[in-house]
């Protein structure tokens, strides 16, 4: 019985060290990169208040997971040790919470980055779930001669021109998937009055004005690739089961997400002749940003309508879902859902 359980142990360590820089040995880490592993991957976690149920470690434990399975995908990447710091000072009111000061937080990606490339890596991809550190993330990157691009998706012009650097920098565009959304509770009616005109607005503007321009953006770019089968790129965009039973409250939400399931299909014949595909996703609640710090108790109220999993989404499976569209041309002009057979109730 033992043996077994160190032959088990053995082998688990085995498989993760193929992209776990941590379990790897230098030699294991030099031959990896002669073979091809020429990308490494640094994720930034967080140590940070999550709720009574996990205090502090939720953004690293994800990350972990996150990164390994990013890495595994590529094939020619291994992952860095997860760097457990984001850039939000501790602070007396979020108990658990360990951040660094901006400075700290940028002059250690950068001091990880350059001690990957003198290891060898060629190229290094900086990454985090916090927008707090994106911009000293860039600011890295540019040091180092790399390239970011930020963007605020509602921004028409700065999307253009940092999807066009984006593509010059890459050397074409061939897979694009977008994510970027939110939204606002409110009634139509409440006793507050009646839903204010520029809430909707604006949530229109970012979910679904903002996922087309970046639509018509990207294919013009893939219309310019040469085709591999026929085909020159695919477009995931992000809708929600929202789309189809919106909750109370959810209005202005359910109206931009049904617009980009509304959209899809025509969209796909609009650009059938170029052999560009077009396809969305529609989630549930998922284990991201927004939800991450819910108790356990309040998540599993959420979920009670599902059929199985009784839980969040992770996002490791929307990632799933997206790959396989991608790897299947006859996906086209549909909107899935990936929701666990979950019917929102009405509140």
């Known amino acids: 019985m033992r043996i077994f359980m160190l032959v088990a142990l ?10 776990d820089f941590g379990m790897m040995t230098w030699p294991e880490v030099k031959a990896a990169i002669a073979s091809g592993k020429t990308t490494a991957l640094v994720y930034n976690g967080g140590t940070e208040q999550r709720g009574p149920q996990n205090v502090n470690g939720g953004h690293t434990i994800m990350a972990q997971a996150t990164v390994l399975a990013i890495a595994e995908r590529l094939g020619n990447a291994i992952a860095a040790p997860v760097l457990p710091f984001s850039p939000n000072r501790a602070s007396a009111k979020l108990p658990g919470t360990i951040g660094l ?26 990454m985090g779930d916090h927008g707090g550190g994106q911009a000293q993330l860039g600011e890295v990157a540019k ?27 890459l050397g074409g565009l061939h897979i694009a998937v977008n994510t970027a959304g939110g939204g606002a509770a409110k009634r139509t009616l409440s006793k507050d009055g009646p839903h204010p005109l520029d809430t909707f ?4 503007e970012l979910n679904l004005i903002g996922t087309f321009n970046l639509n018509r953006l990207q294919a013009f770019h893939m219309s310019t690739n040469e085709p591999e089968d026929g085909e020159r790129g695919v477009m995931i965009n992000t809708a929600s089961i929202a789309a189809f039973e919106g909750q109370i409250g959810q ?11 509304g959209m899809v299909f025509t969209m796909a014949r609009d650009l059938g002749s170029l052999g560009i595909r077009a396809m ?10 927004l939800t991450e710090g819910i ?11 599902a059929a199985f999993p009784k839980r969040l ?32 109730a009405p509140k």
């Open 313 to 344: 989404g992770r996002p490791e499976e929307y990632g799933k879902l997206a790959v396989a569209i991608v790897e299947n041309p006859m996906l086209n002009g549909l909107c899935i859902r990936l929701d666990a057979g979950t019917r929102f």
């Open 280 to 289: 969305a996703i529609a989630p549930s609640l998922f284990a991201t940003g």
């Open 295 to 305: 108790p356990d108790e309040f998540a599993a109220t959420l979920t009670k309508d």
């Open 101 to 126: 000061s901006n400075e700290a937080f940028a002059l250690i990606n950068k001091e990880v980055a350059e001690q990957l490339i003198i290891t060898g890596f060629k190229n290094v991809v900086l």
């Open 143 to 169: 040091e180092l001669g790399g390239t970011f691009h930020p963007v605020d998706i509602r921004d028409d012009a700065q999307v253009e021109t940092a999807l066009s650097e984006a593509v010059d920098a």
């Open 251 to 261: 209005v202005a939400y359910a109206a931009a997400k049904s617009g980009i399931v």
């Open 10 to 19: 053995a082998s688990i360590a085995g498989a993760q060290s193929k992209v």
């Open 201 to 204: 607005r604006q949530t229109i």
